[in-house]
Nanobody
């Protein structure tokens, strides 16, 4: 059974930092492309950061220079380091693992972790 379990969310003041973790079981993350998404109340889910083929990273323009996606292969865990947080970063953050197999994309999702940036 595949599970992605996010943790590390919480309440933080503007300018603060959080590190989100996404621990995987049932799959080996090294063969998956990884992504962090977020969804704020009343808004569509948006892609925040991706880690493609283990080394290529891409970020939503509004988080560039503040967020960093990384992976620890030994722990089978992906991270999202978030610095200089702003109130507009408030959302539920979701981890995604996807892999193209036999011409079909296979996606796995975590349950989400709440990030609230407020003074």
């Amino acid at each position: 059974q595949v599970q992605l379990v996010e943790s590390g969310g919480g309440l933080v003041q503007p300018g603060g930092s959080l590190r989100l973790s996404c621990a995987a079981s049932g799959i080996i993350l090294t063969i998956y492309d990884m992504g962090w998404y977020r969804q704020a109340p009343g808004k569509q889910r948006e892609l925040v950061a991706t880690l493609i083929s283990g080394s290529s990273t891409n970020y939503l323009d509004s988080v560039k220079g503040r967020f960093t996606i990384s992976r620890d292969n030994a722990k089978n865990t992906v991270y999202l380091q978030m610095n200089s947080l702003k109130p507009e970063d408030t959302a539920v953050y979701y981890c995604n693992a996807r892999r193209l197999r036999a011409g079909v994309w296979r996606d796995y999702w975590g349950q989400g972790t709440q990030v609230t940036v407020s003074s």
